[in-house]
């Protein structure tokens, strides 16, 4: 069984960053790709971004092009995602989730996180 823990998450100025972390745990975390997606109050989660196992492949929603990057250190078990230049609009719990392959990530991720609060102030 894949358990999934974030970190990271917190309060900061808009213009600011953070970086969250996502700490695998019960198989091997290299045979899964894996992704992050936020839930902002009163709104629909979203897909945000993944990378494949090997991080051959990433994937990006518009919205965070150029501010966030993915990636992964299979060696630690642990996935990332560094989030510069923060706009209030980001404010969200932020998930991670694993799938077998980058293509499912999006659709039908097959573990999730418990979240991490993240909020930007104007």
């Known amino acids: 069984q894949v358990q999934l823990v974030e970190s990271g998450g917190g309060l900061v100025q808009a213009g600011g960053s953070l970086r969250l972390s996502c700490a695998v745990s019960?198989?091997?975390?290299?045979?899964?790709?894996m992704g992050w997606f936020r839930q902002a109050p009163d709104k629909e989660r979203e897909f945000v971004s993944a990378?494949?196992?090997?991080?051959?492949?990433?994937s990006y929603a518009d919205s965070v092009k150029g501010r966030f990057t993915i990636s992964r250190d299979n060696a630690k078990d642990t996935g990332y995602l560094q989030m510069n230049t923060l706009k209030p609009e980001d404010t969200a719990v932020y998930f991670c989730?694993?799938?077998?392959?980058?293509?499912?990530?999006?659709?039908?991720?097959?573990?999730w996180g418990q979240g991490t609060q993240v909020t930007v102030s104007s």
């Open positions: 989730a694993a799938a077998p392959n980058i293509r499912l990530i999006r659709t039908k991720p097959t573990h």
């Open positions: 019960g198989r091997t975390f290299s045979s899964y790709a």
């Open positions: 990378i494949s196992w090997g991080s051959s492949a990433t």
